[in-house]
């Protein structure tokens, strides 16, 4: 089993930054893929960012340029700076682990954006 603890989350002002960390514990070696979601107010859980284990990297439209998602291997550990955030962007954020024909998700971190 794989279990994803979030964290980073919180209330920031409009154009101000956040780094969300989503920690990685149990059979970690099943995991190569991580992945983003976001879930705001009455809306549908959305893509945000993906990072594969060689730390290739790809986003949705609304956050390219300012979200980067990275990984440190050595801490089991990937993580979300998020910069420039909006108003929009107000959501409950999740990661999502990928393994060969399996998929884990953590409790979410609610990240609320001030205008």
């Known amino acids: 089993q794989v279990q994803l603890v979030e964290s980073g989350g919180g209330l920031v002002q409009a154009g101000g930054s956040l780094r969300l960390s989503c920690a990685v514990s149990g059979t970690t070696f099943s995991v190569n893929t991580m992945d983003w979601y976001r879930q705001g107010p009455g809306k549908e859980r959305e893509f945000v960012a993906r990072?594969?284990?060689?730390?290739?990297?790809n986003y949705a439209d609304s956050v390219n340029g300012r979200f980067t998602a990275s990984r440190d291997n050595a801490k089991n550990t990937v993580y979300l700076q998020m910069n420039s955030l909006k108003a929009e962007d107000t959501a409950v954020y999740y990661c999502r682990a990928l393994g060969t024909g399996r998929e884990w998700w953590g409790q979410g971190t609610q990240v609320t954006v001030s205008s």
């Open positions: 990072i594969s284990s060689g730390g290739r990297t």
